[in-house]
C-alpha cells in the first residue's frame, strides 16, 4: 500500500486528476493484450499519469526513495505481460505525452514523446513525403515508447528492418529520477556504451522513455500488394526463401497457413479453394512502376516453380487495403475460432522457417490441439497460436506443454524466444535457455547498476 502523504506528494507533481487510486479505476491498468489471466493481484497501487518528462522524474525520484515499485505502461497493446504491475506500486501511464516535438526534414529525423502513436508517426511524416518503417500490427494504438520498449517490429522488417534501426536517440528517465539523454542525431557515433541500444528491448526494466529520436527515410514512391496462394505450407516456405535468395526483398512478406486461412474465411465469409494449403501477402515498393512490374514478373516466375495455385497482383488501393485488413485482423479471426487461445511469437533462421512450422505441426498432433501458424515469413518470425478450451479437464497441461515445445523447437534450430513481442511475464520461464545461466547473470548485473532497489517493472524478463 502507498500512504496517502506520498499520494499528496505525487498529487502536487501531477495534479489530483492524473493520479488514480479506487480499486475500480486501478482495474483497468492490471491487464495488457496479452494472455495473461486477470487477476486482483495484479491490480496498481496508484495510477500516475504524467504529461512531461520532468513530471515523470519527480515521480520516480518518490518512488525510488520510498521503494515503491513502478510500471512504465502505454496503450498495453504488448503481448507479453509487460505493463502489467505484478507487484502492486504505480502504474505511470504515459499516454497524456504525446506531442510531435521537431520533424527535421534536412537530417530526415523526427523527435516525439513516448505517447505518440505509431500511426501518428507514420502519417505525420509521410505527408513530408519521409518514411517510419517499423509497422507492428497494433500500430493503430500503440505508442513509441512501448515499441522502443519492446524493439517492436512489424511487417515490414523483411526489407527496413524493426524499431531499434531507428531509433537515433532517447531521452530517460533512470530509477532514482535523474535524466539522461542517449545518442543524437550524428549518424557515426561511438562515444561511450551505446545506451541507445540497451534501453530499446529493456522492457521498462532499466528506465522510463519519454522521447524518442527516430530516422526516417525517403518515401518509396510507388508500391503494391501481392497475394499468392499454394498446395502446400512448403511450397510457400520455399517461394519466400528462393525468391529472396534470387535478390528479390519485397518490403512485407506475410505467411497464413491453411488453419488461418480458414479462420479469415469464417470471419469474412468467404469460399477458399480446398486445395490451398498456404497464402502469402506480398508488399513491394520501388520508385517506379517498371519497378513493381518486374519485382511482380520474378516473384511470380519463382512461384510457378512451386505449383502457385493462384496469383493475385491488387489493381487498386481498395483492394490493397482489403488484403492487408485480412492480415491485420488475422488475430481476432483465429480468437474466435476457440473459447481460448495462446498467441506466441518465435524467431528462427529463415532458411528454418519451414523445418520450425513442421515441428510445429507435430507438437499439435502430439498434444491434441489446433495450432493455427502465420507469420513474418521473410524474416523468419512465426506466430504460433494454440486455439484451445481451458474449461475442458487437462487441456490447460497440454497448452503449456505445447507452448513449452515450441520455445524448444525454435531453440533447437537456432532461433529464439522473441521476436518482436519481448519476455515480459510469458517467458520467463524460458529465457535461461535461451541465453544461459550465465547470460541472464549479466543481465541481471546491468539491471543493479540502473536500478539498484529493484523498483523498475519488477517480476519481468526472469
Known sequence: ???????????????????????????????????????AENIPDLVVIPSTTKEVSAVMAIANQYGIPVTPRGTASGRT?????????????????????????????????????????????????????????????????????????GMRAVKYGVTSNYVMGLEVVLADGSIINT??????????????????????????????????????????????MFPSLDNACNTIHKMLISGVVPAAAELMDKISLQAVAKHRKLDINPSIE??????????????????????QITANEFDVIEVRIAASQQEVDDIWAIRRGLSSAIGAMAPNRFGEDISVPRDAFPETVRLIRRIAEKNKLTIAVYGHAGDGNIHPSVLCDLSKPGEEQQVHDAIDEIFAAALSVGGTLSGEHGIGITKRPHIAKALGEAGVNTLKMVKQVFDPNGILNPGKIW
Open 1 to 39: 500500500m502507498i500512504a496517502d502523504e506520498i499520494k499528496l506528494k505525487i498529487r502536487d507533481i501531477v495534479g489530483s486528476e492524473n493520479v488514480l487510486d479506487s480499486n475500480v479505476d486501478c482495474f483497468g491498468y492490471s491487464y495488457d493484450s496479452s494472455f495473461v489471466p486477470m487477476s
Open 278 to 299: 498456404a497464402c502469402i501477402v506480398l508488399e513491394i515498393d520501388g520508385e517506379t512502376n517498371e519497378d513493381l512490374q518486374e519485382q511482380a514478373k520474378k516473384i
Open 183 to 228: 545518442g543524437g542525431k550524428a549518424i557515426k557515433n561511438v562515444t561511450g556504451y551505446n545506451l541507445t541500444q540497451l534501453f530499446t528491448g529493456s522492457e521498462g526494466t532499466l528506465g522510463v522513455i519519454t522521447k524518442a529520436i527516430l530516422r526516417l527515410i525517403p518515401m518509396p514512391k510507388v508500391r503494391n500488394t501481392m497475394q499468392l
Open 81 to 153: 505481460g509487460g505493463c502489467i504491475p505484478i507487484r502492486g506500486g504505480i502504474s505511470l501511464a504515459l499516454h497524456r505525452m504525446t506531442q510531435i516535438i521537431e520533424l527535421d526534414e534536412r537530417n530526415m529525423m523526427i523527435t516525439v514523446e513516448a505517447g505518440v502513436r505509431t500511426i501518428d508517426v507514420y502519417n505525420f511524416c509521410a505527408e513530408k513525403g519521409l518514411f517510419f518503417p517499423p509497422d507492428p500490427a497494433s500500430w493503430k494504438y500503440s505508442t513509441i515508447g512501448g515499441n522502443v520498449g519492446e524493439n517492436a517490429g
